[in-house]
């Protein structure tokens, strides 16, 4: 299985709000590469190598930055924090189709990761 994300960019940080909801956040920046194609009923998973987050911290957000071949094409993607150090992003059409291999090549997606300070 080919499926590769390049991570440009990681943070963590004590995050500085007033409510006190997380103790630490992570921001994350990448983009797709090496996508095998992912079957109309099926998922595509992309695991992400995220220094410090452990099972238990929340995916607070995630976007994917791109257009679908045609724009009538619809996707739907997910994350969860899968193991230590260890973030699974995963995408799946939302049309009925399939998503070709290497659609999502060059796809940029942004992500906050926050571990709950309740």
């Known amino acids: 299985m080919a499926n590769t994300i390049t991570v440009t960019k990681t943070t963590a940080d004590q995050w500085k709000n007033p409510q006190g909801w997380f103790e630490t956040v ?5 983009s797709f590469a090496d996508q095998d194609s992912v079957a109309a009923t099926a998922i595509g998973e992309f695991d992400i190598t995220v220094p410090g987050v452990a099972v238990g911290d929340m995916i607070v957000g995630m976007t994917i930055g791109g257009i679908l071949d045609d724009a009538t094409d619809q996707a739907l993607s997910s994350a969860y924090v899968a193991a230590a150090n260890t973030v699974t992003v995963q995408v799946m059409a939302d049309d009925g ?22």
Do not use: C, E, H, Q
Not at 99 to 110: C, Q
């Open 26 to 30: 992570w921001t994350v920046s990448g």
């Open 97 to 118: 189709t399939s998503i070709a291999a290497d659609t999502l090549n060059g796809y940029t997606f942004k992500m906050l990761i926050g571990r709950p300070a309740w």
